[in-house]
Every structure is written in C-alpha cells, then in structure tokens.
C-alpha cells in the first residue's frame, strides 16, 4: 500500500497549495461584493465565463495527452515536450493575433450598454493578453507535476494568487486610501484612478499572469524548438476528442452564466448573474478538492498504469475519493450559515446575495457527481479511447443547452442551478457504465452508492428540514463521519500503516 501512501503525499501537496490559492482568491469575493454593485459584479462573472471556454481551446487538450504520451514514449520525452507546447504556443498566437484584429466586433457584442463600449474593448484587451500568457504556461505547469516536482509548483501558484490578491487589495482601498488622505504620490494616482472600476480586477490578473511566466522561465528554457511531425500526428488524435470534450465541460461549467446574462430582461441580467456568481463561490471549496484530486491523480493514474494491480488501486482511490466528497456536502451545508457571509457586501446588501443561497445545494451535488466522473474517466484516457469522453461531454453539453433555455426564463438562476446538478450526475452515470464494459474496475458499487444517498439525505435534512441549524447539521457531520470511521477503520489501517 506504499503507492497509496506516495500518491496521498503528492495529492495532498496539490491539495495545500490549491487550497491555500483558492482560499486566497475566495477571500476576494466579499471584498468584492462590497466594492461592486451586483451589476458590475454580473460583468467580472461573465467575462470569465467566456475566458474559461477560450482556456479550454486554448490548451487544446494536449495536457492530458502530454501525460498520455510521456507513459506510452519513455524514449521520447523531449519530443513529447516539444510537440504538446508548440501546439499550444501556434494555437494562442493565432488567437492573440485575431483578438487584437477583431476587437471591436468582440467587444460591441459583450457591452450591453453602449456607453459602456469604451470599457468593454479594454476588458477584452486585458483578457486577451491573460488568456495567451495562461495557455503558453499550461505544458510547463504539466511538466512539473509529471516530475513529481509538486513544490515548485505550488510555489508558483502561490505567487500567483498572492500577486493577484495583492494587486486586487492596492486597487480597491490603498491608492483609494493615499487619495483620501493626500499622501504622496496622491495626484498622479488621481490623474488616472477610477474608483470601483472592474477594470482593476482584470489588470491585476494580467499581473499574476506575467509573474507566472517569469518564474516558468527554466522550463520554458528546457524546450527545443524540433516538430516531430510523426509523433504529433498520433498525440493529436488523442487530443482532439479531449478537447471537444472539455470544451463541452466548459460549457456545462459556464454556459448557465451567459446565457442569464442573455435571457434574463436586461434590466436585471447583471443583476441575476453577480448574484449567482456570488452564491457559485461557495461551492468552490468543493472545486477546490476535486482539482487538488485531479492535479495529483492524472499524472498517477498513468504512470501506474502498467502495473499488475492498477486497476484495483484505482478502485480503493475512488473509494476513499467519494467518502471525501460525501463528507465535505454535508459538511459545507451544515455550516453555510457561516460560509454566507463570505459573500455579502454590506448589512444594508444582505438580501442581495443571501437569496440565491437555495442554488448553493444543488450546485454542490452537482461538484460531487463532477468529482467522480473525473475520476472515472481513466478508463478511456488509458484505453486510447478518448472518443467516448467526447461523447459523454456532449451529452452533457445537450443537456446544459437545452434545459438552460428551457427553465432560466421562467426560474432564472435556480434552473441554471439544477441543469449544472443534473448535466454532471448524467455525465457520471454514463461514464461508470461505458467504463465497466470496456476497461472494467472492481469499484465498491454498493458502498459508494450507500456513502451518497445518505450524504443527500443529511444535506436534505440540514438545508431545509432544520432551516439551516448550525448545531443540528453538524451534530448531524460527526454522526455521519463516526460510521464512516466505524466501516472503514481496517481499511484504512491497512492503507495508512502497511508497508
């Protein structure tokens, strides 16, 4: 059981830094909430809806194929290298150079106001420049985490969020405050600074982005500009289907933000978007972990492949993973009186934001079913059969588009939040299916399935039988979690202490 042990060690460095970063970043969104109206807020969530679709382009799939390729051509790492940062470096130049070419049709489309064009073509300007730096940036990133170099790693991220979060605080109240005050440099900061400008959010991630590059400088060093065109022909046929199918997660993920944004009356779209933004937030501790699981398991579950007992050990994982998600539903629900507040502006704003809190729920659920699915779908990342991970995301792509039309007009942001639950649970149900007939694992159905159904049950009962009770629904947490200990104690001894 040493393999678990080394694969909890490095999922749990992940775990950390990703904790720690999203924690930071999480931090930011009362700050924000207080700065900005719920309508300015509308606009930072639906910019960055729109940035996580042109990311997934943008990466092209090729960090799962690098992983892929790494395992499969020993011999030829470098090639592998080379050929899966070229790709993406071809792609996000041609992106950066139609941006630039095409940015007033861009930026016309985005502003709903049209006194707010000016703003909007500097909006789409600074997320140009993110959206490039960010994508050069992903095989350096996958290489340190394929080296095991999860450190090094998590030292970038950190410096990352810090530089965005540090800019962010200058922005929002220390130039405001050397203004207020007539400290030094005061005039010159009055002479260009907007008060409660968005605008400031997104040039402090351009900074973030630049400081990222900066310190990826010795693996961008490590490149060799050779195309091995042979070898590209075989990654890209195990990419492409990746990429439609990220490209339809995308869509799950973001497309309920949008299209808000788009059938809602304008006069309250922004409105209903920050609010939903503001309420999504709580559920990124759920993201959170599921990202720290997925950081440390891809470049895992290949290298372990060829292994006798791969496959069992794959199964213990998902095992344990979905206890950790059962645990944290009910967890986050028992405590999302407090979690609120993370998320309101000001006393006089609470009902603002505290009405979209019923979301919260459904789009946590809809996190846990995401987490197993990405877990499940090794099967046809090992098997070369990425294919059907296309045909799963499209299927939930469907799903998100059709039933978004269907139930915002009429439940605005509550029907966003029950398509994103119902997409990723039809997602995973597939995937389970499809997975055991063609690279069958000996998961623990019965106990997994027993984990989840109480898991809701409880959320069920905290939410909205005990109207939220902080004592009750965490009296409910230590019930939960002692059974869990009492059917799992010598499993876990064994995994933990067993050389």
């Given at each position: 059981?040493?393999?678990?042990?080394?694969?909890?060690?490095?999922?749990?460095?992940?775990?950390?830094?990703?904790?720690?970063?999203?924690?930071?970043?999480?931090?930011?969104?009362?700050?924000?909430?207080?700065?900005?109206?719920?309508?300015?807020?509308?606009?930072?969530?639906?910019?960055?809806?729109?940035?996580?679709?042109?990311?997934?382009?943008?990466?092209?799939?090729?960090?799962?194929?690098?992983?892929?390729?790494?395992?499969?051509?020993?011999?030829?790492?470098?090639?592998?290298?080379?050929?899966?940062?070229?790709?993406?470096?071809?792609?996000?130049?041609?992106?950066l150079i139609s941006g630039?070419?095409?940015?007033?049709?861009?930026?016309?489309?985005?502003?709903?106001?049209?006194?707010?064009?000016?703003?909007?073509?500097?909006?789409?300007?600074?997320?140009?420049?993110?959206?490039?730096?960010?994508?050069?940036?992903?095989?350096?990133?996958?290489?340190?985490?394929?080296?095991?170099?999860?450190?090094?790693?998590?030292?970038?991220?950190?410096?990352?969020?810090?530089?965005?979060?540090?800019?962010?605080?200058?922005?929002?109240?220390?130039?405001?405050?050397?203004?207020?005050?007539?400290?030094?440099?005061?005039?010159?900061?009055?002479?260009?600074?907007?008060?409660?400008?968005?605008?400031?959010?997104?040039?402090?991630?351009?900074?973030?982005?630049?400081?990222?590059?900066?310190?990826?400088?010795?693996?961008?060093?490590?490149?060799?500009?050779?195309?091995?065109?042979?070898?590209?022909?075989?990654?890209?046929?195990?990419?492409?289907?990746?990429?439609?199918?990220?490209?339809?997660?995308?869509?799950?993920?973001?497309?309920?933000?949008?299209?808000?944004?788009?059938?809602?009356?304008?006069?309250?779209?922004?409105?209903?978007?920050?609010?939903?933004?503001?309420?999504?937030?709580?559920?990124?501790?759920?993201?959170?972990?599921?990202?720290?699981?997925?950081?440390?398991?891809?470049?895992?579950?290949?290298?372990?492949?060829?292994?006798?007992?791969a496959k069992k050990t794959?199964?213990?994982?998902?095992?344990?993973?979905?206890?950790?998600?059962?645990?944290?539903?009910?967890?986050?629900?028992?405590?999302?009186?407090?979690?609120?507040?993370?998320?309101?502006?000001?006393?006089?704003?609470?009902?603002?934001?505290?009405?979209?809190?019923?979301?919260?729920?459904?789009?946590?659920?809809?996190?846990?079913?995401?987490?197993?699915?990405?877990?499940?779908s090794i099967w046809y990342?090992?098997?070369?059969?990425?294919?059907?991970?296309?045909?799963?995301?499209?299927?939930?792509?469907?799903?998100?588009?059709?039933?978004?039309?269907?139930?915002?007009?009429?439940?605005?942001?509550?029907?966003?939040?029950?398509?994103?639950?119902?997409?990723?649970?039809?997602?995973?149900?597939?995937?389970?299916?499809?997975?055991?007939?063609?690279?069958?694992?000996?998961?623990?159905?019965?106990?997994?399935?027993?984990?989840?159904?109480?898991?809701?049950?409880?959320?069920?009962?905290?939410?909205?039988?005990?109207?939220?009770?902080?004592?009750?629904?965490?009296?409910?947490?230590?019930?939960?979690?002692?059974?869990?200990?009492?059917?799992?104690?010598?499993?876990?001894?064994?995994?933990?202490?067993?050389?």
């Amino acid at each position: 059981m040493s393999v678990l042990k080394k694969f909890l060690g490095q999922t749990a460095i992940y775990g950390i830094s990703t904790v720690f970063s999203r924690l930071f970043n999480f931090i930011l969104t009362p700050l924000f909430t207080r700065a900005y109206a719920s309508a300015t807020y509308g606009i930072f969530t639906k910019m960055y809806a729109y940035s996580s679709m042109i990311n997934a382009i943008l990466a092209f799939g090729m960090e799962s194929t690098y992983f892929r390729y790494l395992n499969k051509h020993e011999d030829q790492k470098q090639e592998v290298y080379n050929n899966s940062f070229l790709c993406i470096a071809f792609i996000s130049t041609l992106f950066l150079i139609s941006g630039f070419v095409f940015i007033n049709p861009i930026s016309a489309y985005l502003s709903a106001d049209p006194k707010q064009l000016a703003d909007y073509r500097l909006y789409v300007q600074l997320f140009i420049g993110i959206l490039f730096l960010d994508a050069i940036c992903v095989i350096p990133f996958a290489k340190l985490r394929a080296e095991d170099r999860a450190f090094k790693y998590s030292v970038v991220k950190f410096l990352n969020i810090g530089s965005f979060v540090g800019f962010n605080l200058v922005f929002i109240y220390l130039i405001p405050a050397i203004i207020k005050h007539d400290w030094a440099m005061a005039g010159w900061l009055v002479s260009w600074y907007r008060e409660k400008w968005i605008g400031y959010v997104f040039v402090s991630n351009l900074i973030a982005s630049l400081v990222t590059l900066l310190m990826l400088i010795p693996e961008f060093l490590k490149l060799q500009l050779r195309f091995d065109k042979v070898l590209f022909a075989k990654m890209f046929s195990y990419s492409w289907p990746i990429l439609v199918a990220n490209l339809s997660f995308i869509v799950n993920e973001n497309l309920d933000k949008i299209v808000l944004s788009e059938l809602l009356p304008k006069n309250i779209a922004d409105k209903q978007v920050g609010i939903y933004g503001a309420v999504c937030k709580i559920a990124v501790f759920m993201s959170i972990f599921v990202t720290a699981f997925r950081l440390g398991a891809e470049p895992f579950f290949f290298s372990y492949a060829k292994n006798a007992n791969a496959k069992k050990t794959y199964a213990i994982i998902l095992h344990y993973f979905v206890i950790a998600l059962a645990v944290l539903f009910v967890a986050l629900i028992a405590n999302i009186e407090i979690l609120k507040y993370f998320i309101s502006r000001d006393k006089a704003h609470v009902a603002e934001y505290w009405v979209g809190l019923p979301a919260v729920p459904y789009l946590l659920f809809g996190y846990v079913c995401l987490g197993i699915y990405m877990n499940l779908s090794i099967w046809y990342r090992l098997s070369d059969q990425t294919r059907f991970g296309l045909y799963i995301s499209i299927i939930g792509a469907i799903i998100t588009i059709v039933l978004n039309f269907v139930l915002i007009p009429k439940y605005s942001y509550m029907g966003s939040a029950w398509v994103s639950m119902l997409a990723y649970f039809v997602m995973m149900v597939i995937s389970y299916v499809l997975g055991q007939k063609h690279y069958p694992i000996p998961y623990d159905l019965k106990r997994i399935l027993a984990y989840l159904m109480v898991s809701v049950l409880l959320v069920i009962l905290s939410f909205w039988g005990f109207n939220r009770n902080i004592y009750i629904g965490n009296a409910m947490l230590i019930v939960f979690i002692a059974g869990i200990y009492y059917f799992e104690k010598d499993q876990l001894k064994t995994i933990l202490f067993k050389k």
